[in-house]
């Protein structure tokens, strides 16, 4: 039987939000990263990469049974220092952790993509026309959208895998911004499920007001 865990890098500075932590924003008197794993439910191993030296803040906070390790720099380097402190899975989820609602039949499909690929994430595909611009904000080419898909999270993959491209990561200094991109990188087979328009991930301010304007819905 596979056994799965749940790492959530949490550790950023939130600098585009005025250096509020965006996890910890409420909406219907619960933070950001309470909704969101609601849509986990029957995964009992769950690691949140959390600023350093904050993991007892946090755990007040979020009130939920959870472990918490210090994050990294990175993304790449908090998914690491959680996949370290998991109880040994077989496969595991990454979840943004300012992404409040990605819903359990994504969540489904997700981990279904995985047990038969080795690794899946969710994506959207491209419907708006592209354009590629340079530094003076002028357009320099239309990008054909043909293939192309914004992609969302939770990303699933073997935990081995993971573990692999890691340690690949370190020898060779890659830098990545997401779990499929340093397995592709690996030569790993990473399948794409459908997405959901409603999995928004708070970045700025402005995703905020957006997000608390609207509702959950």
């Known amino acids: 039987m596979p056994r799965w865990s749940l790492l959530i890098p949490a550790a950023g500075s939130g600098s585009r939000m005025g250096g509020k932590?965006?996890?910890?924003?409420?909406i219907?008197?619960?933070?950001?990263?309470v909704h969101a794993l609601a849509a986990f439910r029957g995964i009992a191993d769950i690691v949140i990469a959390v600023p350093p030296g904050e993991g007892l803040r946090w755990k007040r906070q979020l009130g939920i049974d959870?472990?918490?390790v210090d994050g990294g720099a990175r993304r790449q380097d908090s998914v690491e220092r959680a996949l370290v402190a998991a109880?040994?899975?077989t496969h595991v989820l990454v979840h943004d952790a300012a992404r409040p609602f990605p819903g359990k039949e994504l969540v489904k499909r997700v981990m279904e993509a995985t047990l038969k690929v080795g690794?899946?994430?969710?994506?959207?595909?491209?419907?708006d026309t592209l354009k590629r611009v340079d530094a003076l904000g002028l357009v320099t080419g239309t990008?054909?959208?043909g293939g192309l898909w914004q992609v969302q999270t939770p990303q699933g993959a073997r935990a081995d895998w993971l573990r692999e491209a890691f340690a690949r990561a370190a020898r060779e200094e890659w830098d990545?911004?997401?779990e499929a991109m340093l397995l592709e990188k690996c030569g790993r087979p990473?399948?794409?499920v459908d997405g959901d328009p409603r999995n928004v991930k708070v970045t700025t301010a402005a995703d905020w007001k957006l997000l608390k304007g609207r509702g959950r819905r």
Not at 21 to 26: E, G
Not at 28 to 33: E, Q
């Open 28 to 33: 219907d008197g619960k933070p950001l990263l």
């Open 119 to 127: 690794a899946a994430i969710p994506g959207l595909a491209v419907t």
């Open 190 to 192: 990473v399948a794409v």
């Open 87 to 89: 109880e040994e899975p």
């Open 21 to 26: 932590k965006k996890p910890l924003l409420r």
């Open 143 to 145: 990008v054909p959208r």
């Open 176 to 178: 990545v911004t997401d």
């Open 66 to 68: 959870a472990t918490f």
